[in-house]
């Protein structure tokens, strides 16, 4: 395998800029909704659309940071040891 096919490690620490840009996103497409059924748009298509692709984008977001924290949380214990001290462990 070369290095592009190669799995990444799964990240252990929650990126909370990626969280609050989750919720702005999902604030964005909120307002684009409301403003489609408020009638106070001249492009009704481009609002329902970019309204649903942020409403995607910011559920998604939100989930994988969301992953990431139930991960951290599942190897809290991973993290206090030192590498070299779980490789020993290991072999033992």
Not at 37 to 55: H, K, M, Q, R, S
Request: no cysteine; glycine share 10%.
């Amino acid at each position: 395998m070369n290095k592009d096919t190669e799995k990444r490690p799964q990240r252990d620490q929650v990126n909370y800029v990626l969280i609050l840009g989750g919720g702005y996103v999902l604030y964005t497409a909120a307002n684009l909704f409301i403003r489609l059924v408020n009638g106070e748009t001249e492009n009704p298509a481009i609002n329902l659309f970019g309204g649903g692709f942020f409403a995607l984008a910011g559920v998604w977001l939100l989930w994988h940071e969301w992953k990431v924290y139930r991960y951290a949380q599942k190897h809290r214990d991973d993290q206090r040891e030192p590498p070299e001290q779980r490789e020993r462990e290991g072999e033992r």
